[in-house]
Structure formats: structure tokens, C-alpha cells
């Protein structure tokens, strides 16, 4: 099983700065890896896959970059409504696996 | 409107069984792999089970294999998730989320329910 390490768990930033998160996956993945955002009691949204991809109606303000086993999500400007927590996922091999989340607070 | 609604959680005692159901409209469901994505409360996201379009391949998490069956109607634009043998760590809302990606099966989750939660205690 790859192991999805992210860090930091938490990141108390404020608005308009920028931020970025990192994924480490215990073997290399190829290009695929996606990331996704999590609002409290609201469903999973894909925000980027193939590493750098956005997914449709994704602002250009949240970019992925990374190869081999790390890997970084970017936010140029953080909106309020960017604060929540944030997952990268691979798809590379069975068993498909998350990482445990960075929360972004507001500072 | 594209969509995904699951239904058929509540709280059961360990041992026991659950029928999990994920309705699709507003795209072309058999066209598309379907997976189980599971959260415990407070905790982070756990893949638990993937179908591909056509019910022909099916793929398992370790923790859950062999308890759970995964399976889809595609003339009725539902998923399910058949849960057997709970156990306490078994609780977590079950999310079912649309899966796309390439032909070579190399999928992730490009929409998601909801979820509905499942309770496993006596």
C-alpha cells in the first residue's frame, strides 16, 4: 500500500497570503495524483488530478505541481471560502489512498 | 443537474448488515466506474471499494474485503454497497463519488455525494 504523508496538518494563514501544501507518497506514482477540498459537512470536491490539472470551474488561483513522490498544491491568494481541509489522493495502484489532511485556519 | 444521492445508513449492531444505495442522475451512469469513499468521524478520507462501468471489474480495500460487496444497476442509475460482518470501526459516512480517468484505469473521484451515515453498535 503507498503511504500519503501531508504536511503540515494544520496552517494558520490569513487572506491573500500564499500558501502551499505538500504530499509525499511512500513510491513513485507516476502523474497520478489528485487533490481535494472538504468544507465541514459538505461532500469532497476535486479541485486538481494528473498532478497539475484543475478541474472544471477550479479558479486558476489553486495550481499542483510535483513528480516522483512529491508533490505540492498551491493557492496564490486564499479566499475566505478557501479555508477547509485539503486531501491528495493517489490513483496510481490498488489500494487507492488518501493522505490525513492539512486545515487551513484562518490566522 | 448532476448528482449523486446515497441512502441507507443508520445504526446496527456489530456482526450485523446494511444495504447502501447511491442514485445518479444528471449524466450517463454506465459510462462511468463508481467507488465508496468512507469517513469516520473526525478522521480523513478512506477509498473502500471501486465498480467499473460495466460491474465487470471490482476492487476492495484490505479492511473491508470479503465483508463488502459492491455492485450496480445500470437501467436504474444506482450503486451499492453491500455491507456484511460490521464492526465498530466500520462507522463512518459512506460517500459514493463518480470516477473517471483514463483507459487504463487510472481513476479519481471528479463528483461525490453527500454520504449517509453508518453507525456499527450495540
Known amino acids: 500500500e503507498i503511504v500519503m504523508t501531508q504536511s503540515p496538518a494544520t496552517l494558520s494563514v490569513s487572506p491573500g497570503e500564499r500558501v502551499t501544501l505538500s504530499c509525499r507518497t511512500s513510491q513513485t506514482i507516476s502523474s497520478n495524483l489528485a487533490w481535494y477540498q472538504q468544507k465541514p459537512g459538505q461532500a469532497p470536491r476535486l479541485l486538481i488530478y494528473g498532478v497539475s490539472t484543475r478541474a472544471t470551474g477550479i479558479p486558476a488561483s489553486f495550481s499542483g505541481s510535483g513528480s516522483g513522490t512529491q508533490f505540492t498544491l498551491t493557492i496564490s491568494s486564499l479566499q475566505s471560502e478557501d479555508f477547509a481541509i485539503y486531501y491528495c489522493q493517489q490513483y496510481n495502484n490498488w489500494p487507492y489512498t488518501f493522505g490525513q489532511g492539512t486545515k487551513l485556519e484562518i490566522k | 443537474e448532476v448528482q449523486l444521492v446515497e441512502s441507507g445508513g443508520g445504526l446496527v449492531q456489530p456482526g450485523g448488515s446494511l444495504r447502501l444505495s447511491c442514485g445518479a442522475s444528471g449524466f450517463t451512469f454506465a459510462n462511468f466506474a463508481m467507488s465508496w469513499v468512507r469517513q469516520a468521524p473526525g478522521k480523513g478520507l478512506e477509498w473502500v471499494s471501486t465498480?467499473?462501468?460495466?460491474?465487470?471489474?471490482?476492487h476492495y480495500a484490505d479492511s473491508v474485503k470479503g465483508r463488502f460487496t459492491i455492485s450496480r444497476d445500470n437501467s436504474n442509475n444506482t450503486m451499492y454497497l453491500h455491507t456484511t460482518s460490521l464492526r465498530a470501526e466500520d462507522t463512518a459516512i459512506y460517500s459514493c463519488?463518480?470516477?473517471?480517468?483514463?483507459?487504463?484505469?487510472?481513476?479519481?473521484?471528479?463528483?461525490w455525494g453527500r454520504g449517509t451515515l453508518v453507525t456499527v453498535s450495540s
Open positions: 465498480i467499473s462501468g460495466n460491474g465487470a471489474r471490482t
Open positions: 463519488a463518480k470516477t473517471t480517468g483514463n483507459a487504463y484505469g487510472y481513476w479519481y473521484f471528479d463528483l
